[in-house]
């Protein structure tokens, strides 16, 4: 059901097909009496257990999809949206492809042009410059003007949702706390606002085509997003891994965004933003009420890899 507020969706709709794969909002593609195809986004009911970065995710992803779009980015255009009252929605067109994951067997060459191609419009979107650091959408309220503020106050907000719901944390929050800190004069270094995704793993990457002339349809799911540091996008652009190791993006991304040198500001910056995204994925399952095997799973695979991050940071 679609709220009241999408009237043009909601009139004109011939077919709704519900999405899989996210883990937060409501997704459902419907095909419009013109043909058309939107995505419709609708958030959980006011007093959902949430994270606080949670609290008006849509807003976020409207912001980034309208900075991406400026610089010709392939993102949905928003053609309506609700922020505020009772019944927040976000609508967008929908993109051709499939995700990357489900997109079949890629040649060594084809993946390779694909890395390439995404490098080059993530640093495209790295050249579009907000009017200040952090998450637009509330409860964080106004932009502030230095990165260590704005990211400092995003790593506590996690923490204290790590304290509020009990999660399972492999190192005692007040340990993580001291940690992060340590490291914060870094973020001293980044001086730029810039337009940051956050969570651009395969799954928020389309891929379009017939084999072996595939490429990238779209990026989508920009509601985890922040002006800052771009560095950060590395880490889910290379989830599990390193993003040295992929020649073929940082090839495409250098096009754009310009060369990028891992010298150990880089690297100790990569280290903050890696324990940053496993704490949210630790934190979330809880308010989420992941099933047992997804509990287990994220204790098995996330928390020694925030334990490796802190580590790097300590020493």
């Not at 937060?24 to 958030?43: F, I, M």
């Not at 990028?260 to 399952?285: N, P, Q």
């Not at 799973?297 to 020493?315: F, K, M, N």
Request: hydrophobic letters at 40%.
């Amino acid at each position: 059901m679609f709220p009241e507020g999408c009237a043009r969706v909601s009139d004109a709709v011939v077919r709704r097909e519900p999405l899989s794969g996210g883990t937060y909002n409501t997704v459902t593609r419907v095909t419009l009496q013109d043909g058309s195809e939107w995505v419709v986004k609708v958030p959980p009911p006011a007093g959902t257990p949430r994270l606080r970065y949670e609290h008006g995710l849509l807003y976020g992803e409207a912001v980034y999809f309208g900075a991406a779009a400026a610089v010709s980015a392939p993102v949905p255009e928003v053609v309506q949206a609700e922020f505020g009252g009772a019944e927040p929605f976000l609508a967008m067109s929908a993109l051709p492809g499939v995700p990357w994951h489900q997109a079949g067997p890629l040649t060594d060459q084809e993946r390779g042009s694909l890395r390439r191609e995404l490098g080059r419009l993530v640093g495209r979107a790295h050249t579009v410059a907000g009017p200040g650091f952090g998450y637009p959408g509330e409860p964080w309220g106004p932009l502030v003007p230095t990165w260590r503020e704005a990211f400092t106050a995003m790593t506590d907000a996690v923490l204290d949702d790590a304290e509020r719901y009990g999660a399972r944390l492999p190192l005692p929050v007040d340990h993580i706390r001291k940690v992060l800190a340590g490291s914060a004069d870094v973020l001293d270094e980044v001086s730029r606002p810039a337009l940051v995704h956050f969570d651009l793993w395969e799954g928020n990457i389309l891929v379009d085509g017939a084999p072996g002339a595939r490429g990238i349809g779209g990026i989508i799911d920009g509601e985890r997003m922040f002006w800052g540091d771009p560095v950060a996008d590395f880490v889910s652009l290379a989830l599990f891994g390193d993003i040295e190791d992929d020649k073929d993006f940082l090839a495409g991304y250098g096009e754009t965004g310009g060369p990028l040198a891992f010298d150990a500001s880089v690297r100790r910056r990569l280290a903050l933003y890696r324990g940053y995204l496993h704490l949210i994925m630790l934190v979330e399952v809880v308010p989420r009420v992941y099933p047992p095997e997804q509990v287990e799973w994220a204790a098995r695979e996330v928390a020694p890899r925030l334990t490796e991050a802190l580590g790097a940071l300590s020493g």
